[in-house]
């Protein structure tokens, strides 16, 4: 198994750009996860997934959108990229069960840079 | 929303002693609360994680409690090492959405 798979590694935009940051798993988890992680900050949760059709936003959602249409992938996109969305993106999933208390299993995150 | 507190932000220690690390949350319904460890350039670590049906977990060195009435839980870690030098997050999760503390460094002097 690789886990929970991210791409690309490192990426530098120009404000008013656009991409979208990669993320596949091979666990055959339910739910996944966007987290950004600002400069000696915790990480703070972007969108989350719960199974392939269903999505919904985390505490900063805005000027992010999420897409689910397979359970392996969960992409998440950026418009018109801004300053502030300059951090370390991490997806992750985690297999529930419907219990809510599974660990979550990390990618090794995309360092963004918008200038 | 889940709000998680993390206390301190820094924390330095002697190899051998021991270090401490606190958190406090705010929804009574959060029922899961891991720790992860995270070295510089890397991606977070579960160290270890306590259900709310278990007032103390221990794994080698490093032991977590949890007291529920009072909504914290905390992160020991004994006779550190060099290598436990990091920054260590709390998180606490309800609804499955997991919220993370702001984080503690943690260095230790050899």
């Known amino acids: 198994n690789a886990g929970v798979t991210q791409t690309p590694k490192f990426r530098i935009l120009k404000i008013g750009q656009s991409m979208t940051l990669q993320c596949t798993q091979d666990m055959n988890h339910n739910y996944m996860y966007w987290y950004r992680q600002d400069p000696g900050m915790g990480l703070k949760l972007i969108y989350y997934s719960v199974g392939a059709g269903i999505t919904d936003k985390g505490e900063v959602p805005n000027g992010y959108n999420v897409s689910r249409s397979t359970t392996e992938d969960f992409p998440l996109r950026l418009e018109l990229a801004a300053p502030s969305q300059t951090s370390v993106y991490f997806c992750?999933?985690?297999?529930?069960?419907?219990?809510?208390?599974?660990?979550?299993?990390f990618g090794n995150g995309t360092r963004l840079t918008v200038t | 929303g889940e709000n998680v507190e993390q206390h301190p932000s820094t924390l330095s220690v002697q190899e051998g002693d021991s270090a401490v690390i606190k958190c406090t949350y705010s929804?009574?319904?959060?029922?899961?609360f891991p720790w992860y460890k995270q070295e510089l350039g890397k991606r977070p670590q579960l160290i270890i994680d306590i259900r709310s049906n278990v007032g103390e977990k221990k794994d080698q060195r490093i032991a977590v409690t949890l007291n529920k009435t009072a909504k914290h839980f905390s992160l020991h870690i004994t006779e550190t090492q060099p290598e436990d030098s990091a920054v260590y997050f709390c998180a606490a999760r309800n609804d499955y959405k997991l919220s993370f503390g702001a984080g503690t460094t943690v260095t230790v002097r050899a």
């Open positions: 929804d009574s319904a959060s029922n899961y």
């Open positions: 992750a999933s985690s297999d529930d069960r419907g219990r809510g208390n599974s660990p979550l299993h």
